[in-house]
């Protein structure tokens, strides 16, 4: 049987270095395959999504993966007009949902949400954002990135840089990140820095520096992950201000990083990146965009066939 048969996607740290070159090897089984064969992966399967918060990639991704092999998918993504607003529980929201799909896709603001959602199903369910505490597939989908625009991960030098303390995409890439030889430098405005709950997890598997300069070293570095300053999670729109705008990587900065190096984001960008950085050969955040729909057709196909594909 393979091993991600009917499995939850909760967390990055449930998977070792082996499981997420499985995961990439499959990606690129889909990426090469027949766009006919693709549909028979998953042929009339039915992804279920239920996004409490907002969405665009995530969301749609995953509707692009399960057609592209072949599965529908149905949900819930303005969350106003489900049964939530006549005060229906997550929990009933969720066992509903699950007689419905094959697969469940939850984005919820709560940290823990997945992992509830989890519980209650009797199918298997993928984290698609569980407030600040983790976002899996996309650190899958980032690690994708990096393999393929980079060709290999181990002894890189990458640098993070923008919303350290709210934003869910660092911490599922540092943990995914602590499987592989890298060297990491964390670049925030002093107060959003990592999180110091999760120095102590991170630190057990990768070794980070950190900074509020992000043109310390810039040159050294081979992948530069920008990330959006998280404002829906401030408590205080006041504490936003003062940080909002720290870093914006233009042309200005691009000139001082090596010539192969890659720019990534998880997306959606507010104004971190300059629209003139999209055109040159160091943008690959669409491309991690478009990498996202193979390495989540890949997940669903090895969840949903015990025998894999
Ligand atoms: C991210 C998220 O929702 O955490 N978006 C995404 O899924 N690509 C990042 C963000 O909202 O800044």
């Known amino acids: 049987m393979n091993e991600f048969y009917q499995k939850d996607i909760i967390s990055i740290r449930d998977y070792s270095r082996e499981q997420l070159e499985k995961i990439f090897a499959s990606t690129d089984k889909i990426l090469q395959q027949d766009p006919a064969d693709r549909r028979e992966i998953c042929k009339g399967k039915t992804l279920g999504y239920l996004f409490y918060e907002p969405s665009t990639r995530t969301r749609l991704s995953f509707e692009s993966a399960v ?34 799909s094959d697969i469940l896709v939850l984005r919820h603001a709560l940290d823990g949400s997945s992992r509830f959602a989890a519980e209650i199903s009797d199918k298997p369910v993928i984290n698609a954002g569980s407030g600040t505490e983790e976002h899996p597939t996309q650190a899958i989908q980032d690690l994708f990135t990096i393999k393929k625009e980079k060709k290999k991960i181990d002894g890189l030098k990458i640098g993070i840089v923008g919303d350290l303390k709210y934003g869910r995409t660092v911490y599922s890439l540092l943990y995914g990140l602590g499987n592989y030889d890298v ?37 050294e570095l081979d992948v530069l992950y920008v990330t959006r300053i998280q404002k829906e999670r401030f408590p205080d729109e006041e504490e936003y201000l003062k940080v909002k705008g720290s870093y914006v990587v233009g042309q200005d900065l691009l000139k001082k990083m090596k010539d192969d190096s890659i720019i990534l984001h998880p997306l959606p960008r507010i104004d971190e990146i300059s629209p003139d950085v999209d055109k040159t050969k160091n943008a690959k955040y669409f491309e991690q965009a478009e990498y996202g729909k193979y390495t989540r057709a890949a997940l669903l196909g090895l969840i949903l066939n015990e025998n894999g594909f």
Not at 77 to 99: C, F, Y
Not at 195 to 218: A, G, P, Q
């Open 67 to 100: 057609a592209s092999v072949g599965g529908n998918s149905l949900g819930i993504s303005d969350i106003t007009s489900s049964s939530h607003q006549k005060g229906e529980s997550l929990a009933d929201t969720v066992r509903i949902m699950s007689i419905y």
């Open 183 to 219: 060297d990491v430098r964390l670049i925030s405005p002093e107060s959003l820095r990592i999180r110091s709950d999760s120095v102590y997890e991170i630190k057990k598997k990768l070794d980070f520096t950190e900074s509020t300069n992000i043109e310390e070293d810039l040159d």
